[in-house]
C-alpha cells in the first residue's frame, strides 16, 4: 500500500539523496531502534533472556527464528 503523494515521494527521495551515506545509514538504525523498543515494550513480563530473544527474533524474522531457537 502506498498512500503517499506523488510529490511528497519525490521530495523525500530529493532530501535522501542530498544525505551523506553515513546520514541515511544513521537515519536506519535510528529507525530499527525504535521498531525493537516498540516490540520489547509489546512482550509479556517474565520472560527469560532466551524468550525474550526468541520473541524479538520472531517478530522481525519469522522464517528464520525456528532456525535459530529450535524448541
Avoid: H, W
Amino acid at each position: 500500500m502506498n498512500d503517499t503523494a506523488p510529490e511528497v515521494s519525490a521530495y523525500l527521495r530529493k532530501r535522501y539523496a542530498a544525505m551523506s551515506a553515513e546520514q541515511r545509514f544513521l537515519i536506519g538504525i535510528r529507525m530499527f531502534d525504535t521498531a525493537r523498543a516498540l516490540v520489547e515494550a509489546s512482550l509479556p513480563t517474565g520472560l527469560s533472556e532466551t524468550e525474550r530473544r526468541r520473541a524479538i527474533c520472531q517478530r522481525f524474522y519469522p522464517s528464520l527464528a525456528a532456525e535459530v531457537f529450535p524448541d
